[in-house]
T-cell receptor, first 112, second 109 residues
């Protein structure tokens, strides 16, 4: 079984809809991250969390919110989706002090 | 942030050829990772290599942290090596990986 899973893997939604992307991990890592990737570019950080009570904004947090429900779960929400949020979204985990990140399979989101 | 530059942006190889991909970064780092993004979009960890040299089968990587660059070597390339190769660094004292824009590798039979 995969260590980092994301659901859904693909989603098409309409402008203005609220949508939640979910991430779960079995690696026992404290640190979790959400990134987005736009075509032809590398990943950019949206939000990150170092433990259940810790939430931090990344470089492109506007229009997004997150929830760390448990050590193993980190959800990303788009409160009112817009077309320029069409992208590939990745969740990642990192063990405390290790600096090495492990990525989930990604969620391909299309906002029409 | 930190600037991460990868070269070349695109590379086409005949199957069996060797290649070297380069990653330059602008500041001291705690982490450098190489990833392969396959045609289905999945990111596959290749190396965690903040310094030194590592090898894994036909792939190897070297990071010279004092000179702020890393190299990824692919030997005897195969068509399954096609995809985009990213390097990503974690600047000392920062909390997130900064990604380069990638090298798109196409291996033709």
């Amino acid at each position: 079984d995969a260590d980092v899973t994301q659901t859904p893997r693909n989603r098409i939604t309409k402008t203005g809809k609220r949508i939640m992307l979910e991430c779960s991990q079995t690696k026992g890592h404290d640190r979790m991250y959400w990134y987005r990737q736009d075509p032809g570019l590398g990943l950019r950080l949206i939000y990150y969390s170092f433990d259940v009570k810790d939430i931090n904004k990344g470089e492109i947090s506007d229009g997004y919110s997150v929830s760390r429900q448990a050590q193993a779960k980190f959800s990303l929400s788009l409160e009112s989706a817009i077309p320029n949020q069409t992208a590939l979204y990745f969740c990642a985990t990192e063990g405390q002090g290790s600096y090495e990140q492990y990525f989930g399979p990604g969620t391909r989101l299309t906002v029409t | 942030g930190i600037q991460v530059e990868q070269s070349p942006p695109d590379l086409i190889l005949q199957e069996g050829a060797n290649s070297t991909l380069r990653c330059n970064f602008s500041d001291s780092v705690n982490n450098l990772q190489w990833f392969h993004q396959n045609p289905w979009g999945q990111l596959i960890n290749l190396f965690y290599i903040p310094s030194g040299t590592k090898q894994n089968g036909r792939l190897s990587a070297t990071t010279v942290a004092t000179e702020r660059y890393s190299l990824l070597y692919i030997s005897s390339s195969q068509t399954t090596d096609s995809g985009v190769y990213f390097c990503a660094t974690l600047k000392t004292g920062a909390n997130n990986l900064f990604f380069g824009t990638g090298t798109r590798l196409t291996v033709i039979p």
